[in-house]
């Protein structure tokens, strides 16, 4: 996930979606967190703790850069699924 910003400058955010393709399974969601630099932040989510197969929920990142650097975050979703966690990285451009 990409960012803009520059310090002091006006947040923006983007939005992932989780999706679970198993048509009959259900997804037992843990947890949803970030770590990083404290200019990552979750706004909002769609996701409850059970994401039903074929159903798609979202986690909504923002960014607000609070201090000088090349700020990286990591977006955790730890749930019962084989590959867990899921990750994704969050990243800033120039």
Do not use: R
């Not at 970030?34 to 960014?63: A, H, K, Y």
């Not at 000088?68 to 699924?81: E, H, R, V």
């Amino acid at each position: 996930m990409f960012f803009e910003g520059t310090l002091g400058g006006i947040s923006t955010s983007q939005t992932v979606t989780l999706s679970n393709p198993s048509g009959n399974g259900t997804v037992t969601i843990a947890s949803i967190l970030i770590e990083g630099d404290g200019d990552f932040s979750i706004v909002s989510t769609t996701c409850g703790t059970q994401l039903v197969g074929g159903s798609p929920c979202t986690i909504t990142v923002e960014f607000n850069p609070l201090e000088l650097g090349s700020p990286i975050g990591l977006l955790f979703i730890t749930d019962n699924a084989s590959n867990s966690p899921q990750l994704v990285y969050l990243l800033v451009t120039p």
